[in-house]
Nanobody
Framework: QVQLVESGGGLVQAGGSLRLSCAAS????????MGWFRQAPGKEREFVCAISWWSGGNTHYADSVKGRFTISRDNAKKTVYLQMISLKPEDTAVYYC???????????????WGQGTQVTVSS
């Protein structure tokens, strides 16, 4: 059974930082591209970033987070990370990690999803 478990969310002031983690099990982690999505109340789930299969692989970011968020992965630990700096109130959302066969922005391409972790940025 595939499991993706996010952690690291919380409450932070604007300008602060958080690091999210997503631990995977039940799949050949190094064969999957990984992505982060987020969903704010009343809004659609949106793409944040993605990384290719290998550690240090190609990365893709939504314009809204470029320069502030960094995705990385450790295949030995079967974990993907999202380092977030210079956080803004508009970054407030539930953050989800997901696994796909290719690093894509398209939500429907992702096969497996975590349960999400709440990030709240206060002004």
């Amino acid at each position: 059974q595939v499991q993706l478990v996010e952690s690291g969310g919380g409450l932070v002031q604007a300008g602060g930082s958080l690091r999210l983690s997503c631990a995977a099990s039940g799949l050949t982690f190094s064969s999957y591209a990984m992505g982060w999505f987020r969903q704010a109340p009343g809004k659609e789930r949106e793409f944040v970033c993605a990384i290719s299969w290998w550690s240090g692989g190609n990365t893709h970011y939504a314009d809204s987070v470029k320069g502030r968020f960094t995705i990385s992965r450790d295949n030995a630990k079967k974990t993907v990370y999202l380092q977030m700096i210079s956080l803004k109130p508009e970054d407030t959302a539930v953050y989800y990690c997901a696994a796909a066969s290719i690093p894509t922005m398209t939500r429907s391409e992702y096969e497996y999803w975590g349960q999400g972790t709440q990030v709240t940025v206060s002004s």
